[in-house]
């Protein structure tokens, strides 16, 4: 008898988890657009309910069965199963949005009084949750940079004079929009050391610059990984959702909260989103190799400052060993600073074509925004500029177009930007402005 075959993630985004023999045989799952479902006995609605409320554990081989669709739905189960492929996750909990999986997070797993240390940067509206809506319910946070050694963090901790409350510690890694990469295995260890006999301190990870498919943070110690589904995963700029993976334990209770809160992604959502999921690979890396032709030029440009990208680094970085543990690719988010202030970033913006100019990113269609004025925009300015969020830095997603055709874009843009270009020697030039 042959070995039974393992698939790869990629190949299994085309069918698991879906029969079509439920379906009158269709090769895709229909979209399963009904509010309820019907019981075949009052029994069986009664075992269905004590599992969906937890007031029994499961039988052996017992599923939780279809009930209503703010609790499960066949597109939302088929879309958390194939997701928690990638990750190797216990489970999965899908969301209408990216934020909505953060926040149901946070709210989960802090109550008042505890301490929350996160890192920095964080996307904006993470940033805006932790600062503005987290202090309204008593729970106190404070940050750390990618830069900080462990005794570094812990000395952070210790001033606070909370350290004893801490219990999560939540980080976004590499950081929006700088690139910096923070050490998941070292955050892990940080937080095993603030375990206690009654509490565990949770590492959750936002995943969604690298994943699901170049770096996989519960393999590296995280007890969460987040994700906002509208980038990779969704791909092209038509959906807004979030993802949340991990044990069963905490995805449990993750979904317990999502049930009440009513912010499950809908089923149209996940339909579309099982659709994107199939061609996941060959776009991420399309991308990847686009962005990697791009940072090279853009590294050589006089009228750019310094780029910021993962595939730059040399062994000679701080970075580069934690790159080399925790990513199979340096992706395909660039961060650059141009030559100047907001003025000249502007004038690059406005003068860009085929780079459309929007915020989010991870679609087929490449992007270009500016952080210190858009996405980041709700930061303090004094915490921005430390963390490196200037005015002369530009964020761009790089999409699945030709390479030739996006360095062409950058390249006029570049041109008109109002800086004028020094021979210092004949092998070195220098951009100054005018």
Not at 166 to 185: C, G
Not at 219 to 224: E, R, T, V
Not at 278 to 305: C, G, I, S, W, Y
Not at 351 to 362: C, E, I, P, R, Y
Request: proline share 4%.
């Amino acid at each position: 008898m042959s070995k039974a075959h393992q698939y790869a993630p990629e190949s299994l985004m085309m069918s698991f988890g879906y029969k079509p023999e439920l379906s009158e045989g269709a090769v895709k799952a229909p979209i399963f657009q009904t509010s309820t479902f019907v019981f075949k006995t009052a029994e069986e609605g009664k075992a269905f309910f004590e599992l969906a409320y937890g007031l029994r554990s499961k039988d052996q081989d017992e599923e939780l069965g279809l009930i209503y669709s703010r609790i499960n739905n066949p597109n939302l189960e088929i879309l958390e199963n194939r997701l928690c492929l990638w990750d190797k996750a216990e489970d999965c909990a899908v969301f209408e949005s990216g934020m909505s999986a953060i926040s149901t997070v946070l709210l989960e797993f802090l109550k008042p009084g505890d301490l929350l240390l996160y890192s920095s940067p964080v996307y904006g509206g993470t940033d805006h949750f932790i600062h503005h809506f987290l202090p309204k319910i008593g729970i106190d946070a404070v940050g750390f940079n990618a830069n900080d050694s462990k005794k570094d963090i812990l000395d952070i901790l210790e001033k606070t004079g909370k350290a004893d409350k801490l219990a999560m510690i939540y980080m976004e890694t590499p950081a929006n929009p700088t690139n910096q990469i923070i050490d998941i295995s070292l955050c892990k260890e940080i937080a095993n050391e603030f375990d206690t006999a009654e509490k565990t301190v949770k590492l959750a990870v936002d995943n969604t610059y690298m994943g699901p498919l170049w770096s996989h943070p519960l393999q590296l110690g995280a007890d969460i990984v987040i994700y906002s589904a509208t980038k990779y995963i969704g791909g092209h700029s038509d959906l807004i959702a979030g993802a949340v993976l991990g044990n069963q334990e905490i995805i449990k209770r993750v979904k317990t909260l999502r049930t009440f809160l009513g912010n499950m992604s809908s089923p149209n959502t996940c339909w579309l989103l099982l659709r994107s999921l199939e061609t996941l690979k060959v776009r991420m890396e399309q991308q990847m190799k686009n962005a990697r032709e791009l940072a090279v030029f853009l590294d050589n440009h006089p009228k750019v400052q310094k780029v910021h990208y993962l595939g730059l680094l040399t062994e000679n970085d701080p970075s580069y060993e934690v790159y080399k543990k925790q990513y199979t690719s340096p992706g395909a988010m660039i961060s650059f600073e141009i030559v100047g202030s907001e003025k000249e970033a502007f004038q690059f913006l406005n003068q860009l074509n085929l780079f459309k100019l929007a915020v989010s990113l991870g679609s087929t269609e490449s992007l270009a925004q500016h952080p210190a004025t858009m996405t980041h925009a709700g930061v303090d300015p004094v915490h921005k500029k430390a963390l490196g969020i200037t005015s002369n830095l530009v964020r761009l997603s790089i999409g699945v177009e030709s390479a030739n055709d996006i360095i062409w874009d950058v390249e006029q843009a570049l041109d008109v930007v109002n800086v004028t270009v020094c021979t210092t020697n004949k092998n070195e030039n220098k951009a100054i402005l005018l």
